[in-house]
């Protein structure tokens, strides 16, 4: 199976990713070959063999519902590539995208 | 209206977001307070750092299956957590976490009242768990966008209904009642004013026995149970217009402008989002046993409608049963009351009549009110004992309990002087006393002047310095003219 440019185009959009020409063309052969192992493993007969998910067996791994203070609003923002003294600074985002 | 239903059916579904009164997030456990400085109430998994790994809070998974078995919701048994992924700057990770194929409740129902008052059964398709995203500031700033993340990571249930609604009134009544249920279970304070319930509409129209759906439109950003209700009808008759004059709905967002009444496109819409789900691997599944949603069912507080139902045994009117049942705290106060005396009609009078009009005064809840429930009881006990008049205690009685609420009413009740005579003996002193003195009156009677009864009255309740008890002065009077 071979991955189309465009849907590398869509993928790195999705994903907020730019690639120059050169470099898609190379992620189109790297897909390529994973593509090709996935249909390997496809060649297996997997039918009863639930995907694996999780790494752990624990269920239920649940926490009491109590409050922390975990950081501080400046300890929050001081990462940030832009902020004033208490919002991150993003740009103007005119159109609202769906939730 | 009524013309556009003859031809038209609408189709509508409501997809509520209940925003949970937990202490902590969803899957961390920096606070959920309200109106907190901006990024004050946050944590490295709610700002999305690498390396961080969310943990459910069992508040959270608490609250849905309260919901879910106050809704009669099937509870799933194994829960798993997906990623929903999508890129804006209020939710930091990239991705909400929530479920998708794997609901926690399926199925179950609301019981509504339909526009003419009829019982009617909305079904639910499913509610499940997910998280709250930040705020984003539009306007503080004229260059940026300012984002607050304390909001970010709170839980929500999202509960998604049948598209069952006929209109607007029943859309504004299964809110109420979501609502009324959300606070009966103190899951949440179901405020849509200040967003804990949010509520998105879906809704397009058919022709009349057309199996296929029309083209729906979502409106979005409605911010009052009223504004629900318009918006719908609004767009029910929009969209039938558009068809009638040859036109067709186009698939849209809108938006509702309380202003105008009218629903405004908010965007067209475009392709449809990719979100590519998968199952959130840094949360483990969550399996919930029968014993468990046995427990819930157990410390299940009493519903409204179980309420309802009971006052309508203790013969109290669908009108009464209705207000009472409004809102939780008053149905415990007039429960607490109950808890101490028989009377039941008379116990709600007090909440109907008196208590409510103090409340309606001052705009204020049952919460503040200054008397407890059972001093209330105590004064119908002191009416329907006959030691104090109805009027005696609902009038100077009451206000001066609501002057020194700690006070105990019959004492309060004999320092004002107005604990009423009912002592048949006493009584009778004062009726005969009241004959003797006009014999030509008691005559007047003896031949059919009935009339003179009232004067008879007057005498005793004078003599008795107004204390005397109406109901056993009038029965004595009549017996001894009847002699």
Redesign the interface.
């Known amino acids: 199976m071979k991955l189309s440019k465009e849907e590398v185009d869509k993928l790195a959009h999705?994903a907020?990713l730019d690639f120059s020409e050169a470099e898609k063309e190379a992620i189109v052969n790297d897909m390529d070959k994973i593509l090709g192992f996935v249909d390997k493993i496809n060649e297996l007969d997997l039918e009863g063999v639930e995907p694996l998910?999780?790494?752990?067996e624990?269920?239920?791994?649940?926490?009491?519902?109590?409050?922390?203070?975990?950081?501080?609003?400046d300890e929050?923002?001081k990462n940030a590539p832009?902020r004033?003294t208490?919002?991150?600074?993003?740009?103007?985002?005119?159109?609202?995208?769906?939730? | 209206m009524e013309d556009i239903l003859k031809s038209y059916e609408p189709v509508i579904g409501l997809e509520i977001h209940v925003q949970l009164n937990t202490a902590s997030k969803a899957y961390s456990s920096d606070a959920t307070s309200y109106g907190e400085e901006p990024n004050s109430k946050v944590s490295p998994i709610t700002l999305g750092h690498p390396g961080t790994l969310p943990m459910l809070n069992e508040g959270v998974l608490e609250s849905a299956v309260k919901l879910g078995v106050a809704c009669n919701c099937q509870i799933r048994e194994v829960n798993e957590f997906a990623r929903k992924n999508y890129f804006y700057a209020d939710l930091p990770k990239g991705y909400q976490i929530t479920q998708d194929k794997t609901p926690i409740c399926n199925g179950g129902f609301v019981e509504i009242k339909d526009a003419n008052g009829a019982d009617k059964k909305i079904n639910l398709t499913r509610i499940h768990m997910e998280e709250d995203s930040g705020k984003s500031s539009h306007d503080i700033d004229p260059f940026n966008t300012l984002i607050d993340l304390n909001r970010a990571g709170t839980p929500l249930l999202e509960i998604v209904s049948e598209p069952e609604f006929k209109d607007g009134t029943e859309a504004y009544n299964y809110l109420s009642e979501m609502r009324k249920l959300v606070r009966y279970l103190d899951i949440s304070d179901g405020n849509m004013e200040e967003g804990s319930l949010r509520c998105d509409v879906n809704i397009s129209v058919k022709p009349k026995g057309q199996k296929e759906f029309g083209t729906k439109v979502e409106v979005k950003n409605l911010n009052s149970f009223r504004n629900v209700q318009k918006s719908i009808d609004f767009e029910i008759k929009r969209q039938v217009e558009l068809i009638e004059s040859g036109g067709t709905v186009t698939q849209q967002t809108r938006t509702f402008d309380a202003g105008s009444g009218k629903t405004q496109v908010l965007r067209a819409k475009e392709d449809a989002h990719d979100y590519r789900y998968f199952n959130e691997p840094d949360l483990q599944p969550v399996i919930v046993k029968e014993d468990y949603i046995a427990s819930v069912k157990r410390n299940l507080p009493a519903l409204p409608k179980e309420l309802f139902a009971k006052y309508r045994k203790l013969k109290l009117s669908e009108y009464d049963a209705n207000l009472l049942t409004e809102s939780k705290e008053l149905a415990s106060y007039y429960e607490e009351i109950i808890e101490h005396t028989q009377n039941y009609k008379g116990a709600a009078n007090w909440i109907m009549g008196s208590i409510k009009s103090y409340l309606n005064e001052r705009a204020a809840s049952i919460a503040e009110f200054p008397l407890q429930a059972k001093t209330i009881a105590e004064l119908q006990i002191l009416v329907d004992a006959g030691k104090v008049s109805n009027s005696a205690a609902t009038g100077e009685l009451f206000k001066a309990l609501l002057e020194d609420p700690e006070a105990s009413p019959s004492e309060l009740a004999q320092k004002l002087n107005l604990i009423q005579e009912s002592n048949e003996d006493e009584l009778m002193a004062f009726v005969k006393q009241a004959l003797s003195k006009y014999p030509d009156k008691v005559e007047a009677y003896r031949n059919g002047k009935k009339g003179v009864q009232g004067l008879f009255m007057g005498e005793v309740m004078k003599l008795s310095k107004g204390k005397a008890d109406p109901k056993v002065a009038s029965k004595l009077v009549t017996q001894e003219l009847e002699k």
């Open positions: 999705l907020r998910i999780y790494l752990s624990e269920r239920n791994v649940l926490r009491k519902d109590e409050a922390q203070d975990l950081v501080t609003k929050a923002l832009d004033d208490d919002f991150f600074r993003v740009p103007k985002v005119l159109k609202r995208e769906e939730e």
